[in-house]
């Protein structure tokens, strides 16, 4: 008996050949399309938001940067929480501003760590610890709001 894809078992063969046919085709069928749908998942998988941005960090931020963790950091709090699973395709320039804007929006508290964290930093020489505090003592929050003050 030859079959062709998609041919129907002819109703004259023997019910054996039909049932050990009909058994091969379930078996080979079903493993084959598990094998489409994984491949199929893989290839969605490789073209998300954070596959590339691991693939980023791993071959440009790492080598290139002495102090990467700023990077993970920010891939970690930021990004891949907001757009992570998303295809690199879908992302929409909504979706970019949605976490830009969340970075400007700090809280007083966030603020308030910031500035502690320059202020207290080891590696921040003299003239950058002043012009932090500078800035700390011309910045205030009010009803929630960063804002300046005036210059005296």
């Known amino acids: 008996m030859a ?5 129907q078992i002819p109703d004259d063969t023997a019910p054996e ?3 050990l046919a009909t058994a091969f085709l379930k078996k080979w069928c079903s493993q084959t399309v598990a094998k489409v749908k994984a491949q199929e998942a893989e290839a969605k ?3 998300t938001v954070e596959a ?8 440009v931020a790492e080598p290139a940067n002495s102090t990467p963790r ?4 920010v ?3 930021d ?6 699973a998303k295809q690199i395709v879908d992302v929409t320039v909504d979706d970019v501003l949605q976490i830009t804007d969340r970075d ?7 603020i308030g760590r910031l500035l502690r964290s320059i202020d207290q930093s080891p590696s921040i020489s003299g003239d950058t610890r002043l012009a932090c505090r500078h800035a700390a003592d011309r910045c205030r929050v009010f009803n929630g709001e960063f804002q300046l003050r005036a210059r005296r």
């Open 70 to 73: 700023n990077f993970k950091c």
């Open 3 to 7: 079959l062709k894809r998609g041919d």
């Open 79 to 84: 990004v891949l929480p907001a757009i992570g």
């Open 104 to 110: 400007m929006a700090l809280s007083s508290d966030e």
């Open 45 to 47: 998988e490789i073209h």
């Open 75 to 77: 891939l970690e709090k």
């Open 17 to 19: 050949v039909a049932a």
């Open 52 to 59: 590339l941005a691991w693939r980023w960090f791993a071959e």
